[in-house]
T-cell receptor, first 111, second 116 residues
Framework: DAKTTQPPSMDCAEGRAANLPCNHSTISGNEYVYWYRQIHSQGPQYIIHGLKNNETNEMASLIITEDRKSSTLILPHATLRDTAVYYCIVRVVGTGNQFYFGTGTSLTVIP | GAVVSQHPSWVICKSGTSVKIECRSLDFQATTMFWYRQFPKQSLMLMATSNEGSKATYEQGVEKDKFLINHASLTLSTLTVTSAHPEDSSFYIC????????????FGPGTRLTVT
């Protein structure tokens, strides 16, 4: 079962930062936080993941609170192509360990 | 990066027939593959976990005799929807993880199944 809670939808102006929150208050010490996004009728695309430290890559930044009960995905300069459903998932690392998707946040980037 | 393909990308079949969907890891060996289904405007629902050379593990509520999964090699898993009915119409997505300890799941582009 999904262990995350996200707002169902958000809007963001093109060129501005998009901040997508996720609550995972029951996260265990060995569970990572992953973010994926899904553009309409496509397979999910990996964005970023982290355990306790903040992470940054070419796509986004991930900010995890000190108690690890919540996190925020930041798209620094949103473009129209970032319009998608964003999923926050917690998972124990391992090749056989499953992802359980929650309902996600539908982000709309507005021109 | 790691690429996962699915074939076909869409299929229409008649009620009562069976349809097979292939999932391939193109540039890596996948010891574990996963199958999901997604109904319109809903999230992905995990159906089963497939390990190479062994029987798939199905999630609660998923009929294993209806959704046959075979993972015969490190690069190929198949999902066969048997005796398909209109309610089986859905978007089916596979994913794969590498055997090298990667932290990511790589997802295929999905297969749209329509049962008439």
């Amino acid at each position: 079962d999904a262990k995350t809670t996200q707002p169902p939808s958000m809007d963001c102006a093109e060129g501005r930062a998009a901040n997508l929150p996720c609550n995972h208050s029951t996260i265990s010490g060995n569970e990572y936080v992953y973010w994926y996004r899904q553009i309409h009728s496509q397979g999910p695309q990996y964005i970023i993941h982290g355990l306790k430290n903040n992470e940054t890559n070419e796509m986004a930044s991930l900010i995890i609170t000190e108690d690890r009960k919540s996190s925020t995905l930041i798209l620094p300069h949103a473009t129209l192509r970032d319009t998608a459903v964003y999923y926050c998932i917690v998972r124990v690392v391992g090749t056989g360990n499953q992802f359980y998707f929650g309902t996600g946040t539908s982000l709309t980037v507005i021109p | 990066g790691a690429v996962v393909s699915q074939h076909p990308s869409w299929v229409i079949c008649k009620s009562g027939t069976s349809v097979k969907i292939e999932c391939r890891s193109l540039d890596f060996q996948a010891t574990t593959m996963f199958w999901y289904r997604q109904f319109p405007k809903q999230s992905l629902m995990l159906m089963a976990t497939s390990n190479e050379g062994s029987k798939a593990t199905y999630e609660q509520g998923v009929e294993k005799d209806k959704f046959l999964i075979n993972h015969a090699s490190l690069t190929l898993s198949t999902l066969t929807v048997t005796s398909a009915h209109p309610e089986d119409s859905s978007f089916y997505i596979c994913s794969a993880t590498t055997s090298g300890g990667s932290y990511e799941q790589y997802f295929g582009p999905g297969t749209r199944l329509t049962v008439t």
